[in-house]
């Protein structure tokens, strides 16, 4: 790092959990962020600034008006723009010292090759379908996903690890598909939640990065904003699973 660069991130360096050789960990990763909506937002923010060498961002919709509530990397003026290059301007706007990778869309067939590339992914979508495929390829690569979601003034967030023998996937925890219409579209969600899961998720990612503390590998933390409640329950792993017990 150049002395810009220890200027830059000097409040993270004299963390004796993170130090020079921390931060410099950071500098080398690279993380793949799917959404760039009301999560991706607060998460693409805060892992530039603190440091991620190199950010890929996921998303095929343009920004819409009543995208602003709550998707913050996003203004007024981007409205029409694609969310990925509209949070691309942001996030070098931030820190134009790393580097970002935009991905207009994500297929079957590209998603695994994308997921290879990366040392975290972390899922901010708010489709049941996708969440299962990026759960799917992250098995598949090996991958630490750290998922997330929002709706009403409700959050929860975990990483998973299901690659490992022991650990859950994101299907263990969601062993049949979900309703598709709980999402916020149709049920509403007030705008700070997002922040705080957003927030939550990229600091999850870091953790698991530099193997700090307590990583949710195996829990799911469930956030009741409106009483201000924080609850963690055990996550078990699936063994009839048919995506992390029996191969992919």
């Not at 343009?62 to 996030?91: F, M, P, W, Y």
């Not at 079957?108 to 975290?120: E, R, T, Y």
Request: proline letters at 2%; aromatic letters at 4%.
């Amino acid at each position: 790092m150049n002395d810009q660069e220890l200027l830059r991130y000097s409040r993270q360096i004299l963390l004796p959990q993170i130090s020079i050789k921390g931060q410099q960990s950071l500098k080398d990763s690279t993380l793949l962020l799917i959404g760039m909506g009301g999560l991706g937002s607060p998460s693409a923010l805060y892992l530039a600034s603190a440091g991620i060498g190199h950010l890929i961002i996921a998303d095929s919709d343009k920004v819409e008006l009543s995208n602003l509530q709550r998707q913050i990397i996003h203004s007024t003026d981007d409205i029409g723009r694609t969310k990925v290059n509209s949070a691309k301007d942001k996030i070098l706007a931030i820190n134009p010292n790393i580097k970002v990778t935009t991905i207009g869309k994500l297929s079957q067939d590209n998603l695994n090759n994308w997921v290879a590339k990366v040392d975290v992914v972390l899922d901010g979508t708010d489709n049941f379908d996708i969440r299962f495929k990026i759960n799917k390829a992250c098995v598949m690569q090996r991958t630490p996903l750290v998922s997330a979601a929002v709706i009403r003034f409700e959050g929860q967030l975990s990483v998973f690890q299901g690659y490992n023998q022991t650990k859950p996937c994101y299907q263990c925890l969601y062993s049949i598909e979900g309703n598709s219409d709980e999402n916020c579209t149709r049920n509403g969600i007030l705008s700070p939640v997002t922040g705080i899961i957003g927030s939550l998720q990229a600091l999850q990612a870091i953790k698991v990065l530099l193997n700090l503390g307590e990583q949710l590998v195996g829990k799911l933390m469930l956030i009741d904003t409106l009483n201000l409640s924080f609850k963690k329950i055990k996550i078990n792993k699936d063994e009839s699973c048919k995506i992390c017990s029996h191969g992919v």
